[in-house]
């Protein structure tokens, strides 16, 4: 098999760089190719496979959906979405939440409800704050509240309305938005994932969050990434002890099936009126049962406390491993989800570790990204540090 990416397929777009192998089935935090090659899965479909793969629980559970309803409209009510709003909402301290399909939905959602209530405040052309090397998606809206020219290029004009202001760093905040009547809010990771695996400090958190609540700005915070159990707390920012007005959140929390949402806090849950927003497929009812049963299949096996054990000890092997290797820069990141920055692109490592038996991603070009299924044990951590040590020394002897 070759490191290189396939040449372009004939009929679908060639969106993507993809390494030459096809998954056709998977167990636990082990997948297979269509020849039949296993891998163990440090990727987890990009932090979705909450529960891993062929989950003896979720799979009979949307089996069992299947045959009752998949798909009513979001012109009947849906009772999952009564059931998984009260159960996020009940974990997140929150009140309501709207449910889509997609992160990038998520988050169009939040931008527009900071709008709106900047509208309804009488702000005719409201302003959020967003951050260097930030990520929320791929639509015009999020692109541009994206902090990253590379994937901005080629869409102009984005949309106006952003303030970008450095990670981290409260007094640039606090000037960048300095005498402005339109600003409505601040929206943030607590670690940008595609960015890089940066962690917003627990007391910089703290100071968003009062600087909000001084300034009557809602704290948007985008736990697409970092949310639902990741991090070893069911959404990341309850590190730092804060709940946020509105937050966003898909990827896991359907554990494969496309789940998206946002949470509202009582100055963000009654802003959206009918006619306000909606989607087609948001909150169907397989949708729904998804989130429900990863949930609750989480909180029955410990998932939480599991991630954070298990990612503390894979993070700790790491450091061990990479201490004083000349190229490794750091291992950073919390629970089950890591990066470890080089000194150099290393783009090239993915289709070694593919041959190697082992899947991850590599974001901001030289940070290697590692965000399995959150019932990966301490064993397979060990293995995926044993694949992966010896792939990263022989690419920085090079
Ligand atoms: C923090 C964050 N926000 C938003 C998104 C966009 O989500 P989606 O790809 O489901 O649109 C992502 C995806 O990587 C993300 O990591």
Redesign the pocket.
Known sequence: MSAAAEPTSPHVMNTYGRLPIALSHGQGCRVWDTQGKAYIDGLGG??VNTLGHNHPELVPALQDQLTKIIHSSNYYHVTGQETLGSKLTELAGMSKAFFCS??????EAAIKLARKRGHDKGIEKPQIVVYEHA????SIA?LSATGNPKIQAGFGPLVEGFIRVPLNDIEALKKATEGNPNVVAVML?TI???GGIHEMRLDYLQQVRALCDAKDWLMVI?????GIGRTGKWFAHQWAGIVPDVM?L??GLGSGVPV?AILGGPKAAEVFGPGNHGTTFGGNPLAMRAGVETLRIMEKDGLLANAEKVGAHLKSALQAAFEGMAGVKEVRGQGLMLGIELDRPCGVLLGRACEAGLLFSVTADSVIRLVPPLILTTAEADEIVALLVPLVRAFLAE
């Open positions: 990009i932090a997609t992160g990038l939905e998520a988050n990520f929320h998606g791929r999020t990771e940008q994932g595609e985008d736990e697409i990434q970092t966003s898909a990827k998206g």
